[in-house]
């Protein structure tokens, strides 16, 4: 009867006979029902750990309770990744990422001002240059 | 007795938290009262013990910048539930490839105008060393001596490994040392206070999340975060509201698509007017000589006919020849 009783109860737990990293973390039981189970698998204790000491436990718990279901997962991945941003650079976290990129776009738009006018430039002069017979090729090209 | 006009000054923690506000308040400095919803954010995300675990490890000038940190983030995270400031790192990568491949195809077309200009000016032999002076003037990133971008081009496609945004992995390895306080303040800080007003990236919709955007939203995620440790599901869709994240990059990307559209035609062309060459003087341009071009062209044709006409006079000649030789042969 005990037999049959832990039979019934790890076909209740068949899916995690394992705490997810959450519980094995929190030291408590890891009920079917835990929102974090399919998030924090054992085997990545470390995501949970990062998580759980910039955000805390229950705040992830009522940010996760606030999306649905299928955006659980990516919503989990997205705190892990900026957890783990806040750890190695305790100022800036995922923010200083954002900001180098935000220069490199600027950057990269005035580059691209720049060398579309060098190619405007170009192509007039090339056609200043040419007779200006509607058969250039160059100045077909613009016209298209 | 109370003093009802007293000067309660709470700060927005401390308000929020239903407390007295001291002046030992570490968290008053950057949740003024009247902006609740800053902490709220923050509170919501981070927690308050969090964020004073955070603070204590840091001194002064960086208790500051953190702070600013911490509140972008929350209100990022306010904004996009889902995603949050990584959702906008997988925007920007998006943007910063988009705009690189753009680069890169402008400058095949430079190239190509560069070589069909070198082509045409080589053919005059005294302007051939003038010519290349303005040449030189087009290389990559190359703008007017004053400008300050020579280098630009160079970073951009001899890629610093540090600066590889593409790869989230990428990202998770080589997120770059924090700006320092003097770089912090020459570029404006990456968005103001409030998120949706500071930046015309495109990227912040008026509006939150939505089932929509985040379906959107997730593809972008999903397309780099494959790279990323902790996985995700494989989704090759890229971003697809293009016109909702491209912001200032769409009118430069817009712009330049003519000219990548165009090219096949100018090759076409190209390749076209090789088989005219034959029929030119060597020296004079194929451009310049355009109505010398038509001229020869219609002489050869006049030649031509010219040449069958003779050719039809002749064959008359030895027929009429011929038949006088056939009735002197008779007899």
Same mark, same amino acid.
């Given at each position: 009867?005990?037999?049959?009783?832990?039979?019934?109860?790890?076909?209740?737990?068949?899916?995690?006979?394992?705490?997810?990293?959450?519980?094995?973390?929190?030291?408590?039981?890891?009920?079917?029902?835990?929102?974090?189970?399919?998030?924090?698998?054992?085997?990545?204790?470390?995501?949970?750990?990062?998580?759980?000491?910039?955000?805390?436990?229950?705040?992830?718990?009522?940010?996760?309770?606030?999306?649905?279901?299928?955006?659980?997962?990516?919503?989990?991945?997205?705190?892990?990744?900026?957890?783990?941003?806040?750890?190695?650079?305790?100022?800036?976290?995922?923010?200083?990422?954002?900001?180098?990129?935000?220069?490199?776009?600027?950057?990269?738009?005035?580059?691209?001002?720049?060398?579309?006018?060098?190619?405007?430039?170009?192509?007039?002069?090339?056609?200043?240059?040419?007779?200006?017979?509607?058969?250039?090729?160059?100045?077909?090209?613009?016209?298209? | 007795?109370?003093?009802?006009?007293?000067?309660?000054?709470?700060?927005?923690?401390?308000?929020? =938290?239903?407390?007295?506000?001291?002046?030992?308040?570490?968290?008053?400095?950057?949740?003024?009262?009247?902006?609740?919803?800053?902490?709220?954010?923050?509170?919501?995300?981070?927690?308050?013990?969090?964020?004073?675990?955070?603070?204590?490890?840091?001194?002064?000038?960086?208790?500051?910048?953190?702070?600013?940190?911490?509140?972008?983030?929350?209100?990022?995270?306010?904004?996009?539930?889902?995603?949050?400031?990584?959702?906008?790192?997988?925007?920007?990568?998006?943007?910063?490839?988009? @705009?690189?491949?753009?680069?890169?195809?402008?400058?095949?077309?430079?190239?190509?105008?560069?070589?069909?200009?070198?082509?045409?000016?080589?053919?005059?032999?005294?302007?051939? @060393?003038?010519?290349?002076?303005?040449?030189?003037?087009?290389?990559?990133?190359?703008?007017?001596?004053?400008?300050?971008?020579?280098?630009?081009?160079?970073?951009?496609?001899?890629?610093?490994?540090?600066?590889?945004?593409?790869?989230?992995?990428?990202?998770?390895? =080589?997120?770059?040392?924090?700006?320092?306080?003097?770089?912090?303040?020459?570029?404006?800080?990456?968005?103001?206070?409030?998120?949706?007003?500071?930046?015309?990236?495109?990227?912040?919709?008026?509006?939150?999340?939505?089932?929509?955007?985040?379906?959107?939203?997730?593809?972008?995620?999903?397309?780099?975060?494959?790279?990323?440790?902790? *996985?995700?599901?494989?989704?090759?869709?890229?971003?697809?509201?293009?016109?909702?994240?491209?912001?200032?990059?769409?009118? =430069?990307?817009?712009?330049?698509?003519?000219?990548? *559209?165009?090219?096949?035609?100018?090759?076409?062309?190209?390749?076209?007017?090789?088989?005219?060459?034959?029929?030119?003087?060597?020296?004079?341009?194929?451009?310049?000589?355009?109505?010398?071009?038509?001229?020869?062209?219609?002489?050869?044709?006049?030649?031509?006919?010219?040449?069958?006409?003779?050719?039809?006079?002749?064959?008359?000649?030895?027929?009429?020849?011929? @038949?006088?030789?056939?009735?002197?042969?008779?007899?």
């Amino acid at each position: 009867m005990a037999s049959a009783a832990a039979g019934s109860s790890s076909s209740s737990t068949a899916y995690s006979n394992s705490p997810c990293a959450a519980c094995k973390f929190l030291r408590r039981k890891c009920l079917p029902d835990c929102i974090f189970a399919p998030y924090f698998p054992p085997e990545e204790p470390q995501k949970f750990a990062n998580v759980h000491k910039i955000f805390g436990a229950s705040n992830v718990s009522k940010l996760l309770n606030e999306v649905l279901p299928h955006q659980r997962e990516d919503a989990v991945n997205s705190l892990a990744y900026e957890a783990e941003a806040r750890l190695k650079d305790p100022v800036y976290g995922c923010v200083g990422a954002i900001s180098v990129l935000q220069r490199q776009v600027i950057r990269l738009q005035k580059e691209l001002d720049a060398t579309n006018a060098h190619l405007i430039r170009f192509a007039y002069t090339n056609n200043n240059n040419t007779s200006s017979s509607s058969d250039d090729p160059i100045v077909r090209v613009w016209r298209f | 007795m109370t003093l009802k006009g007293g000067t309660s000054h709470a700060c927005a923690a401390c308000k929020y =938290q239903r407390r007295k506000c001291t002046s030992e308040c570490q968290l008053a400095p950057y949740f003024p009262a009247n902006k609740p919803e800053m902490f709220r954010n923050a509170h919501k995300l981070f927690g308050v013990r969090n964020i004073v675990k955070i603070l204590e490890k840091l001194d002064g000038p960086q208790r500051q910048e953190a702070m600013h940190s911490i509140i972008w983030q929350a209100n990022i995270r306010d904004l996009y539930p889902v995603q949050g400031c990584y959702g906008y790192i997988c925007r920007l990568q998006y943007q910063i490839r988009q @705009a690189e491949e753009e680069l890169h195809a402008i400058h095949a077309q430079l190239n190509m105008y560069r070589q069909h200009h070198h082509h045409h000016h080589g053919l005059d032999a005294g302007t051939a @060393a003038e010519d290349m002076v303005p040449s030189s003037q087009l290389e990559l990133g190359m703008a007017p001596p004053a400008s300050n971008n020579n280098n630009a081009a160079l970073t951009l496609f001899g890629h610093n490994p540090a600066q590889q945004p593409y790869a989230a992995a990428g990202v998770m390895a =080589q997120l770059p040392s924090p700006v320092t306080p003097d770089q912090q303040q020459q570029l404006s800080y990456p968005i103001s206070s409030n998120p949706v007003g500071g930046y015309n990236t495109g990227y912040f919709d008026a509006t939150k999340d939505d089932n929509n955007n985040n379906n959107n939203n997730v593809a972008a995620v999903n397309s780099f975060w494959l790279q990323h440790t902790y *996985g995700m599901n494989n989704n090759n869709n890229a971003v697809t509201n293009s016109s909702s994240s491209m912001g200032a990059l769409q009118s =430069q990307l817009l712009a330049a698509q003519p000219l990548g *559209g165009i090219q096949e035609e100018v090759v076409q062309d190209y390749d076209e007017m090789h088989p005219f060459f034959d029929t030119i003087d060597d020296r004079q341009s194929y451009i310049d000589s355009k109505e010398a071009y038509d001229t020869s062209s219609e002489e050869s044709l006049k030649d031509t006919t010219q040449s069958l006409e003779q050719h039809v006079v002749a064959e008359d000649e030895l027929k009429s020849a011929a @038949a006088c030789f056939s009735l002197t042969s008779v007899n």
